[in-house]
């Protein structure tokens, strides 16, 4: 297949591997944003093949483990009450709330369904008018477009009984926040190149030269991760600090012009809670004045909830980077994907889960065993 198989290639990625070799002399540290890069680089092997002084730090870059348990609550809430079809993707319903998750509001009579798409919640709604309809929109500038464009055709159409609870977040604000952390070991990032073909790259630049930073936007198959790296490592040893875009095929300087227009007509920025993290100013998304009608949160009026993180869960820690998940106590213990603490080990693009799935319960660095193929 296209742009899989041929991103794939064992012979090439030994190529760039040996490359990567030849030209690193010291030990560097970079962070992959994205949750998707994460579980390639782990399913891969890619951190264990490549020189031991060189460390990959798995970020924050996952939209269901940083969505606030606030947030969780909120939704728990609102999908528990009388009336109401409560639609979301499907990772987010085993996603623990301070004491239930959605699966659990749906096997107590809760109308919880899970969508492919928030156009199909505003079907439901138009199907169903005597029902109020909520979409639970959660992650980072990916999808933010499609949500967008839902809450413009429901107003477009004038259909009242649809809204939305939005909890998107943004990759430059969490960048920064990682820089300015008094904690923070990383020397270069691996951006995400599905958010960086909505947004742009143009972002990056000014990150890039206040932090002393090489930012490489990278796709997510092997080659594509191990490219990334080829650049990081290249620009490290040479003392710069510049954004190059390692994904073309996907990714213009300019990003996606339609998309950001629906984006900005419907969105404004909004200092938004992480998981695990807390608070970055200017980091989130939340619906303009103009939709507040639409905006879940206003219409339901859900306030007043207590929150409470599970105390034995460090998947705050995992989320920026202090810790690798197998260094938790409760990983693969009390915590695992039936039983999960903390949405690291619950979502897709986890970093727990990723552990866990491909058995990297405590796996040393040394041992280069992984494959390409």
């Known amino acids: 297949m296209k742009y899989i198989d041929e991103f794939q290639d064992p012979q090439l990625a030994r190529r760039l591997l040996d490359d990567i070799a030849r030209t690193v002399t010291r030990p560097w540290s970079m962070m992959e944003v994205c949750g998707g890069q994460t579980h390639s680089i782990i399913r891969h092997g890619i951190d264990q093949l490549l020189p031991g002084n060189i460390e990959l730090i798995h970020g924050p870059g996952c939209p269901v483990c940083v969505t606030p348990l606030e947030v969780i609550d909120k939704a728990l809430e609102i999908a528990s009450r009388p009336g109401v079809v409560f639609c979301s993707f499907g990772d987010m319903l085993r996603v623990p709330g301070s004491d239930r998750d ?119 198959e092997p080659l594509d991760i191990l490219e990334g790296i080829r650049r990081a490592v290249r620009q490290l040893e040479r003392g710069e600090h510049h954004v190059e875009n390692a994904y073309p095929r996907a990714v213009r300087p300019q990003g996606n012009p339609v998309a950001l227009s629906v984006l900005r007509e419907v969105f404004t920025t909004t200092d938004r809670a992480w998981r695990g993290i807390g608070t970055i100013a200017d980091s989130g998304w939340r619906l303009t004045d103009a939709y507040r009608d639409y905006d879940a949160e206003h219409r339901f009026e859900v306030t007043g909830l207590a929150t409470a993180e599970p105390t034995v869960c460090r998947s705050g820690e995992v989320l920026q980077g202090l810790i690798k998940p197998h260094e938790c106590a409760a990983f693969g213990t009390a915590c695992t994907p039936r039983t999960p603490l903390g949405a690291t080990m619950v979502s897709s693009e986890g970093a727990c889960a990723a552990y866990y799935l491909y058995r990297r319960l405590a796996t040393p660095r040394t041992e280069k065993t992984a494959s390409v193929d």
């Open 102 to 220: 959605l699966f659990r509001v749906k096997s107590d009579g809760g109308d919880v369904r899970v969508v492919y798409s928030p156009l199909d919640a505003l079907r439901i709604a138009q199907q169903t008018p005597d029902r109020q309809v909520v979409f639970f929109g959660v992650g980072f500038e990916t999808t933010a477009p499609a949500i967008a464009m839902a809450a413009h055709q429901a107003k477009r159409l004038d259909v009242r009984n649809f809204s939305l609870l939005v909890s998107h977040v943004r990759v430059p604000p969490a960048i920064e926040a990682i820089m300015r952390s008094p904690n923070c070991r990383v020397q270069a990032f691996l951006a995400a190149g599905h958010v960086c073909s909505v947004m742009g790259t143009l972002e990056y630049p000014a990150l890039a030269d206040t932090y002393k930073v090489p930012i490489v936007v990278t796709g997510f």
